[in-house]
């Protein structure tokens, strides 16, 4: 048959004889619409496996069955980071504090969010997933991130291991420094695959621009660092991209950054009337550590910038006295004296509030006030006794000789030997003197425990942030012991709770000493804040007014008052134009007050339980020999108090003053005179300034005193020169006074002894003649 067979005669024959219809189709050029549509309604088996994901140490992977379709890696941790969760199309794996969104078809990062402490959990929840951070010490947090955003207010943990996660994250593995990388091509290479995985993290964008830059492809750099600067992020992180920046070069950059740094900081519920300890500045990204790098290096104008922002951000950080000296002498040497003076005033703004205005040295001042005062007092009590025994072992010795002497007294006749103890024959004075000495000393180590106490309490990290609040502020505040009942506790605690976020805690913590008399200014200004936020201006502005009466000083309120007046609230809305009020925060002061206590309080427990208060006082001893000394002083106080009723004994005299004892005086100043108020101001301050003297040797530190100096200058010995004039002209005196003393007792028992006499011979006559006596003063007067 010559004649060809059409195609369509084909597929009957084929199927007319059963050929498989798959053979046909493969057959078959053109294929019919119905078995097109056939073929796309059935899926193939490969196309049915789903995406699972499997966490395997230290990386992330996508499976599609057993192939692997994507591989997100994570930095080696001390701990295994938590079982991924999936969300519909979204898996969230968490590394440290980062929270990572990824998308399961490709591994891609679609979402970040940094949480304030480690995540020690993941489980799915309506419209996203639940997660716990782990504080540390017992502390957990719970959070949530739904439809994309993260829910509830971070308090960030202070410390490195929180606020360098993100950038730990991004140079993990690279095996090259991404700051400094040896070969730039490779190096932009690697960095741009992992963009490809993360475009969220910013540290990826300022390495790939770093290789690029040191490459030469500056415009290409430059958009990368544009897009580092990515206002989600915390302000430690733009912190510490303003600092990369800067030191590449890119100052306006870097200005972008430390503004993005003050908004989330500002958003975030931090404060520049918070302080801010050195750990939590390093942890912060270091601006301080940099400003002071810049100024060392001579970049001034650089330096002036980070400075300002350490103003604007956290002027109150830890040292900052002494740092504004500095960079005020650093202006006076450039002759900006106009600036000097003005930081040098800023410096000393920030102290008001503190103790006595101090400023943070208050409390290291007043301990080492407390220990100057409490050795000094030691020293005097010990020259005192010495002195004293000194004075009266001649009349003691005497006395003893009938009793069988100093020490044989001690088993023959006891409560004799006790009525002759060298401490009886002290006058009235004396003993008041060594009492007065022994209850100082006891008044010194109260007040040093309160300074201790006080100052290690207020320099709890907690209190230390910047800012108030979180489930670690809550936990670390309960660990201080805190006075519940005292207005500062509750000061704290509703405004920590105001900048969580919980009104009602907030205002219910507030009223509980809102009645007291008088109240705080602080507290009263922010139950006004409460009353603005619900639309109460009228009493809103009644609060705000009261503040200002109370403590007219308060920034805070004069602002909200000056700001609902110029308004002219009513009663409704906040308006949208309106800037929100301002909260008060605590001074000084009032945290020392909430944490420690007021010193009285220590002081009513050293009269009323004596033991408890010394026993809580840092003395750097043993247990068992701390309890040795209490028990010591305890007995030498309520033996003295005792003593201080016994009379003198008959035999004691006139108080003798033995040449011995006239040495020690004039070597001594006060001693010669510690009967009196002039030798125990004499001899207080020849105490302090011998342990001045001697520090070296005694090995003594009292630098927190503004006149300490380890090296005696010329004023020490001026005032020390003044200190035995004075005793020298009070010895002079006190011998005059002893000469004349002592020469009307002569007198006076020499009239005595003629009395007698008179009287003896007057026994001999009446015995001899019988005769009418005479008068025993007619005698002396014929005499």
């Not at 084909?10 to 004889?17: A, E, K, T, V």
């Not at 007698?756 to 005698?779: C, K, N």
Request: hydrophobic letters at 45%; glycine letters at 8%.
């Amino acid at each position: 048959m010559s004649a060809s067979i059409k195609p369509h005669q084909l597929c009957w024959i084929l199927l007319f004889w059963g050929i498989p219809s798959s053979v046909a189709q493969a057959q078959t050029p053109l294929q019919s619409p119905s078995s097109v549509q056939s073929s796309q309604a059935k899926p193939s088996r490969t196309e049915q496996i789903p995406i699972t994901v499997r966490l395997e140490s230290t990386r992330l992977l996508g499976l599609k069955g057993d192939s692997v379709l994507w591989t997100l890696e994570l930095p080696s941790s001390t701990s295994p980071p938590p079982q991924p969760v999936q969300a519909n199309n979204t898996v969230w794996v968490a590394w440290g504090p980062i929270l990572r969104g990824v998308r399961l078809e490709t591994g891609r990062v679609t979402d970040s969010h940094y949480l304030p402490a480690p995540i020690s959990s993941l489980e799915p929840a309506e419209g996203g997933v639940a997660l716990e951070v782990d504080y540390g010490e017992g502390v957990k947090g719970r959070f949530a991130v739904k439809s994309g955003k993260l829910e509830g207010r971070t308090v960030f943990l202070p410390t490195l291991k929180v606020t360098e996660a993100l950038e730990k994250l991004a140079s993990s593995g690279l095996g090259f420094n991404p700051l400094t990388p040896e070969t730039n091509r490779e190096a932009a290479s690697i960095l741009e695959r992992r963009l490809m995985r993360d475009t969220l993290n910013p540290f990826l964008h300022l390495y790939l621009g770093r290789a690029l830059q040191r490459s030469g492809q500056t415009a290409q750099a430059l958009e990368h660092y544009r897009v580092s600067l990515s206002p989600s992020v915390p302000f430690f992180v733009s912190i510490r991209l303003a600092r990369v920046l800067d030191g590449f070069g890119y100052s306006e950059l870097a200005a972008e950054a430390l503004s993005a740094a003050r908004a989330n900081w500002t958003s975030l519920g931090y404060s520049p009337e918070l302080a801010v300890s050195s750990a939590a500045m390093r942890a912060y990204g270091n601006p301080l550590g940099y400003a002071l790098e810049l100024d060392r290096s001579g970049a001034n104008i650089r330096r002036d910038a980070w400075f300002r922002f350490l103003r604007d951000l956290a002027p109150r950080f830890e040292g900052f006295e002494g740092v504004y000296a500095r960079y005020a002498d650093s202006l006076s040497a450039q002759g900006r004296e106009g600036e000097a003076l003005e930081i040098r005033a800023f410096s000393s703004s920030l102290n008001r509030g503190s103790l006595y205005n101090l400023g943070p040295v208050a409390l290291d001042r007043a301990r080492d006030m407390a220990r100057l005062a409490v050795l000094s007092l030691l020293l005097a009590l010990l020259l005192t006794v010495v002195s004293l025994g000194l004075r009266y072992s001649g009349q003691q010795r005497k006395a003893l000789e009938r009793m069988g002497g100093l020490f044989s007294s001690l088993w023959l006749h006891p409560l004799l030997r006790l009525r002759h103890a060298a401490f009886s024959y002290y006058t009235f004075s004396e003993k008041l003197v060594v009492l007065t000495l022994l209850v100082g000393v006891g008044v010194g180590l109260s007040a040093l425990g309160w300074a201790v106490k006080t100052q290690s309490r207020a320099a709890d990290p907690a209190l230390n942030l910047g800012t108030l609040g979180g489930p670690w502020f809550y936990a670390r505040l309960e660990r201080l012991n805190t006075d519940s009942s005292a207005p500062e506790t509750a000061l704290l605690e509703g405004l920590a709770a105001q900048l969580d976020g919980d009104d009602t805690a907030a205002r219910a913590r507030y009223e509980t000493q809102s009645e007291i008399t008088p109240p705080l200014a602080a507290l009263e200004n922010n139950l006004g804040v409460l009353e603005t936020m619900r639309g109460d201006f009228p009493a809103a502005q009644q609060r705000y007014r009261t503040a200002l009466s109370l403590e007219p000083g308060l920034d805070a309120a004069g602002f909200n008052l000056r700001t609902g007046d110029n308004a002219n609230l009513g009663s409704g809305e906040i308006p949208a134009q309106l800037e929100p009020p301002r909260l008060a925060y605590p001074r000084p002061t009032q945290i020392y007050r909430a944490v420690g206590g007021p010193w009285s309080q220590d002081l009513a427990t050293l009269f009323t339980r004596p033991w408890d208060a010394l026993s809580s006082v840092p003395l750097r001893l043993s247990p068992p020999l701390k309890s040795v000394l209490i028990a010591l002083y305890l007995l030498s106080l309520a033996f003295t108090l005792l003593w201080l009723l016994v009379p003198r004994p008959r035999v004691a005299g006139l108080p003798p003053r033995p040449w011995l004892f006239r040495t020690l005086s004039v070597l001594v100043p006060g001693l010669g005179l510690i009967d009196e108020v002039w030798g125990v101001l004499l001899l207080i301050p020849w105490c302090g300034m011998m342990l001045f003297g001697l520090s070296k040797v005694l090995i003594l530190d009292f630098t927190a005193l503004p006149f300490w100096s380890s090296d005696l200058s010329g004023t020490w010995w001026v005032l020390l020169g003044f200190l035995y004039v004075l005793n020298l002209v009070g010895i002079l005196l006190e011998e005059i006074a002893h000469a004349g003393r002592l020469k009307r007792l002569v007198k006076a028992q020499g009239l005595e002894e003629r009395r007698q006499s008179v009287e003896r011979r007057q026994a001999e006559q009446l015995s001899s003649e019988g005769s009418t006596p005479l008068a025993a003063g007619d005698s002396l007067e014929r005499g």
